[in-house]
């Protein structure tokens, strides 16, 4: 048996086309077989570099944790059904962790509920000096005494996420378990409400040009209007893009529990795929196991959840037939796949929230690469990325190299941690 191992082609490559990550493959299966490593006749060169990189990597430390509040002034104001006025700017917190080594890690969250001080104030203190490949760890230990920041942890957890898979040369899908899938179908939500522009020619216009652009999900923002107005404008958008398009509305929850069932069959009449939160958030998703039982179609909810308790005590009740967790909202991608497959358990689908930069998408694209599809049969219900299409230069630069689109889907990043390249240059730029 060892000497198939060592004349396999697939376990022992030639040293030309020898790397670190094949070494690591092909010491797991010598190590499964009860089998020794070969000598140094061999791969003593190989060995000695790899051995002094797990030395290198058990001393790793974190050196500093650095915020940066990113805003940028729209060329016109936008927002949802209850941004009242419209806002006028875009912002975003942006986490730079940086160990001893120089390797750095980035992570994104909104610029609310305090994230900016807790990070500062009290995560980034706990952190300095510890090895950022401790991960579980560090997990405990962030959601300790800040009693529970969840959109502080998400980035933090997404900056070290990062940053451990390029100490290990690994892509963060590859540190949760490897990828499912090389490439993640995406929806845009890119129907929003726009200052000085009609929703009867602005959402109907936009809409085409996304299917031109071959994307096959749309989402739309709905409820700043009169359902009767909305309604015409959700049916000429079903005509203009046809029947084969899957369309979305996002409530942003400025419905009643009355007023949504209405809308929600409006939807249905024309094909929708899901509602998303018509009724407002707090406290707790009240009204939403009662509105999901007469809705007739599937109601999404969750983008707030702050935690694996908070969206146990939602899947409990059963107030969605999607959860949509976001790995920037409620502590990070960890926590979303943990949330993923607890709803699995009853019957409960996810499609994760992501209303973000770069650093948002590359790690939602990760995570979704290893999300399992609901059923074992043809993929038709895989996962869907929310990729925003709206005004927003730190989606648009802050990745050297965007991420890929193509045919309507995102393709996973192939390199170590979240797979992209920062400029820090636009992070300067916009930091305030």
């Known amino acids: 048996m060892v000497q198939q191992l060592i004349g396999s082609s697939e376990l022992a490559p030639s040293n030309q086309e020898f790397s670190r990550r094949r ?16 000598g140094r006749t061999l791969f003593a060169g190989e060995e000695d570099r790899e051995a002094k990189q797990i030395s290198e990597n058990r001393r790793l430390k974190i050196a500093s944790v650095k915020t940066f509040l990113l805003r940028h002034k729209l060329s016109r104001a936008l927002g949802a059904s209850i941004s009242v006025p419209l806002s006028p700017t875009r912002e975003t917190l942006l986490v730079r962790i940086q160990s001893d ?45 800040n009693f529970g920041n969840a959109l502080a942890v998400g980035a933090v957890e997404t900056a070290i996420n990062d940053l451990r898979g390029k100490a290990l040369g690994l892509s963060v899908a590859e540190l949760f378990g490897g990828r499912m899938r090389d490439k993640v179908p995406a929806y845009v939500s890119a129907l929003n409400y726009v200052e000085g522009r009609e929703i009867e020619e602005e959402y109907p216009a936009v809409a085409a040009d996304m299917v031109k652009r071959g994307f096959k999900a749309i989402k739309m923002r709905l409820g700043r209007f009169s359902i009767a107005r909305e309604s015409a404008v959700a049916a000429k958008v079903r005509e203009v893009v046809g029947p084969s398009v899957r369309l979305m509305a996002d409530g942003n929850g400025a419905y009643t529990p009355g007023s949504a069932l ?78 993923a497959e607890m709803a699995a358990l009853s019957g409960i689908g996810c499609i994760p929230h992501a209303w973000g930069g770069d650093i948002v998408l590359a790690a939602s694209v990760q995570l979704l690469s290893i999300m399992a599809d609901p059923h074992w049969g043809l993929p038709t219900d895989t996962p869907l990325l929310e990729l925003d299409q709206s005004e927003n230069p730190w989606r648009d630069g802050l990745a050297v190299k965007p991420l890929e689109v193509q045919d309507g889907s995102v393709l996973v990043p192939q390199g170590s941690g979240l797979g992209i390249e920062i400029n820090e240059e636009v992070v300067k730029q916009y930091a305030v």
């Open 262 to 339: 209405r809308m929600g069959h409006v939807l249905h009449d024309l094909n929708f795929h899901f509602f998303e939160e018509p009724l407002p958030q707090a406290p707790r998703y009240a009204g939403y196991e009662e509105l999901r039982q007469k809705m007739p179609l599937p109601l999404a909810a969750g983008e707030v959840i702050d935690s694996r308790a908070t969206a146990k005590d939602l899947i409990d009740r059963r107030c969605m037939d999607l959860i949509q967790p976001d790995v920037s909202l409620c502590g990070g991608l960890g926590e979303v796949l943990f949330i």
């Open 101 to 145: 080594s120089g390797l750095v890690g980035w992570g994104e969250t909104a610029p609310i509920g305090g994230a900016r001080g807790a990070i500062e104030q009290h995560l980034a203190p706990m952190l300095v000096g510890r090895n950022p490949l401790e991960y579980r760890r560090l997990w405990r230990d962030m959601w300790g005494a």
């Open 23 to 38: 070494l690591l493959r092909w010491s797991a299966g010598c190590a499964a077989l009860g089998c020794a490593l070969p």
